[in-house]
């Protein structure tokens, strides 16, 4: 709570938002009162609150950044609760071959993992490899703070989700983004139906503000209630019709169709 950050860490400043503002709101306050103050860092590490640091040294990432003045930002390695890797920490750009190649599994193919809408993190975290994204989840990511400096905010027209994403597309210009497997963080995220509907909202809005007019949204939509359905025909052998996995993808494919109307 804050109130432990206070008590537990003095040297730190805390900014105390009056209600939940959602992500890009809040971290934009954050972000301005870095350039306001005038606050010097070579830079800045954007942690969601349900994450943990577990392992990786934070020197040898300096030391990787200050090696690599190319890149301008980069993630982590990151699982969930359970420990699973995380669907979802980046991958490339939201185009619809590569929408088609993550939905249809075609990025665990050899020599296609890097492939796909979400990067397939266990295979480069094994091999403990670098990869170029187009983009990074807001969840855990380092930007060099000079960029920063002349680069939008996140987007506030975004409660939750894609305001990482529209933010990464204004980083990929100034440079290159990572996936750094030689860190990594746990995120004790939780999923809800709220959180799929928001989670799709801001998908079909992301399109339409990058020009994606009604033919491709619907040739996207079909891609991904096809990649639902094969996902739900799967769970049904594996698992029981009231495993969390099994039911969050029904709803994924209600909260679809109900969204790309």
């Not at 200050?66 to 969930?80: G, K, M, Q, R, Y």
């Not at 497997?181 to 799929?196: A, C, E, N, W």
Request: with cysteine; proline share 3%.
């Amino acid at each position: 709570s804050d109130r432990q950050i206070e008590s537990a860490y003095s040297d730190v400043l805390l900014i105390r938002n009056e209600s939940n503002l959602g992500f890009a709101k809040a971290n934009n306050i954050g972000l301005r009162y870095i350039r306001e103050q005038k606050i010097e860092a070579d830079y800045i590490f954007f942690l969601n609150n349900d994450t943990e640091y577990l392992t990786g040294s934070f020197d040898r990432l300096l030391a990787f950044l200050d090696d690599h003045p190319l890149v301008v930002s980069l993630t982590p390695a990151i699982i969930e609760g359970d420990y699973k890797f995380q669907t979802g920490v980046g991958g490339q750009a939201f185009t619809i071959p590569n929408i088609l190649i993550y939905f249809l599994f075609l990025n665990k193919l050899p020599f296609w993992h890097g492939r796909g809408i979400n990067l397939d993190q266990h295979h480069f975290f094994k091999k403990k490899k670098t990869v170029q994204l187009d983009w990074v989840s807001g969840a855990a990511f380092f930007v060099r703070s000079a960029i920063l400096s002349d680069a939008p905010f996140f987007p506030e027209n975004y409660f939750m989700y894609f305001e990482d994403v529209m933010m990464s597309k204004e980083l990929k210009k100034k440079g290159i983004i990572l996936f750094y497997p030689h860190m990594l963080i746990r995120h004790d995220r939780s999923y809800s139906q709220t959180g799929i509907d928001k989670y799709f909202n801001s998908f079909h809005r992301y399109l339409i503000e990058s020009g994606y007019g009604p033919l491709k949204r619907f040739i996207i939509k079909k891609i991904i209630q096809l990649g639902l359905h094969l996902r739900l025909c799967i769970y049904r052998l594996i698992r029981n019709r009231n495993h969390p996995a099994y039911l969050a993808v029904k709803h994924q494919i209600s909260s679809i169709r109900q969204v790309f109307h």
